[in-house]
C-alpha cells in the first residue's frame, strides 16, 4: 500500500485491496494458532474517535490495534471538549499534537475523515462518514465472500434495501466492482440513488428478480435516521417487497450466502428466522472485521518504511 490514509475503497486499485485481504488471512491464521503478532504495532498509538453510534466498527478497530500491541485510546465524544464545541479540525490537531499515529474516525459528515486527513500528520482510517463510505465494512465482507466462495472475481451479488443511506453499499460497490465481481442493487426507487449504472451496477425494484440466482444476497438496515421524510409506505410494506427471508433467499443459487452489516432490524429488511441460520454470515462478518483491520493498520503503519507516502 502506498498511502498515509483510508479514506474509501473509491481511492483503493484492485491490487491494494488484494494485498490488504490476503495479510487479513494471515492475521486470521495468527490469531487461530496463537501466533505472536503483538509486537508489530508496539510503541505506535491509535486513536478512535467516533461521532456516531457503534458497537461492532469500534470494538474491532480496538481489538485489532490492541492484538497488535499499540496503545489504544477511545475518545467518548459525548464527554470529550467535543461536548464544550471544539472543532472537528481543532480535536483531530490536538491528538496529532500528542504523536498518535492512527485514527479512526467516524462521523455523520460526508468528507469528515478526508478534512482530518489533510490536517494530520497521523493515518486516518473512514470508519464511516456519513452515507459516503465505510471502507473497513466493505473489505470484511469480500473477506467474507472469499472465504466463503473462494474467490471474488466472476461472483455475482444482489444488494438490497436501503442503497441511497447506505456506505456500506457504497464501499462494497466500488470494492466489488474492482475485484470483478457483477452487481446488482433493488430497492424502493426513493431509495436508489441516482447514476449507479455509471458504475456498472444493475439496478432492480423487484427484489425478486434481483435475487434471482445470485452468488450473495446482502440486506442493508433501513437508516430511519438519515431519512428527513417517508421514502417508503411503511415498514411492513417495505418487508413484503425487500425484506430477505427463507423464500425470497430461495431463489439465489444453490449455496448461496446472506450477508448483513449490522446491527440488524429483524422483522424490517432481514426475517427474524433467516438471521439465525447457517446462511447467514453477520457474525463470521464480524469476527473478519478484526483480521482486516488488523491488515490495515499494520499497513498503513508500514508507510515510511518500505512505502511511498503518496496521499
Ligand atoms: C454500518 C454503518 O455504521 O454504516 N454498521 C457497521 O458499521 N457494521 C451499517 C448500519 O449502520 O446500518
Redesign the pocket.
Known amino acids: 500500500m502506498l498511502r498515509k490514509d483510508l479514506l474509501g475503497l473509491r481511492f483503493l486499485t484492485s491490487r491494494e485491496i488484494e494485498e490488504i485481504l490476503e495479510l487479513a488471512l494471515d492475521m486470521k491464521k495468527a490469531l487461530k494458532y496463537r501466533k505472536d503478532v503483538a509486537s508489530t504495532l508496539k510503541g505506535k498509538t491509535m486513536v478512535t474517535l467516533f461521532y456516531e453510534p ?1 458497537t ?2 469500534r470494538t474491532s478497530f480496538e481489538l485489532a490495534g490492541k492484538y497488535l500491541g499499540a496503545n489504544v485510546v477511545c475518545i467518548e465524544t459525548a464527554t470529550s471538549s467535543v461536548a464544550k464545541g471544539e472543532s472537528l479540525i481543532d480535536t483531530a490537531r490536538t491528538l496529532d499534537s500528542m504523536g498518535v499515529d492512527l485514527i479512526a474516525i467516524r462521523h455523520s459528515m460526508t468528507g469528515a475523515p478526508g478534512i482530518v486527513a489533510r490536517e494530520v500528520k497521523a493515518s486516518v482510517i473512514n470508519a ?1 462518514d456519513g452515507i459516503n463510505e ?1 471502507p473497513t ?1 466493505a473489505l470484511l465482507d469480500m473477506l467474507t465472500i472469499m472465504e466463503k466462495k473462494g474467490r471474488l472475481k466472476g461472483l455475482t451479488v444482489a444488494i438490497v434495501g436501503d442503497v441511497l443511506h ?3 453499499a457504497r464501499s462494497n460497490i466500488f470494492g466489488m466492482k474492482k475485484m470483478g465481481m457483477n452487481v446488482r442493487v433493488a430497492g424502493p426507487s426513493t431509495l436508489i440513488p441516482p447514476g449507479l449504472d455509471k458504475l456498472g451496477v444493475e439496478v432492480y425494484s423487484d427484489a425478486d428478480e434481483a435475487v434471482k440466482g445470485v452468488d450473495v444476497v446482502m440486506a ?2 433501513i ?1 430511519l435516521e438519515r431519512q428527513k421524510s417517508g421514502l417508503f409506505p411503511s415498514l411492513r410494506e417495505f418487508y413484503r417487497m425487500y425484506g430477505i427471508d427463507e423464500k425470497r433467499m430461495a431463489l439465489a443459487a444453490d449455496g448461496a450466502i446472506l450477508m448483513h ?3 440488524m432490524n429483524r422483522g424490517i429488511e432481514i426475517s427474524y428466522e433467516i438471521a439465525d441460520e447457517r446462511v447467514c454470515t453477520a457474525e463470521e462478518q464480524v469476527t473478519n472485521g478484526v483480521a482486516v483491520r488488523m491488515a490495515l493498520l499494520t499497513l498503513l503503519s508500514e508507510r515510511g518504511i518500505s512505502y511511498e507516502n503518496i496521499v
Open positions: 457503534s461492532r466498527t464511516g465505510h465494512q447506505s456506505r456500506v442493508l438496515r437508516q452489516p449490522g446491527p
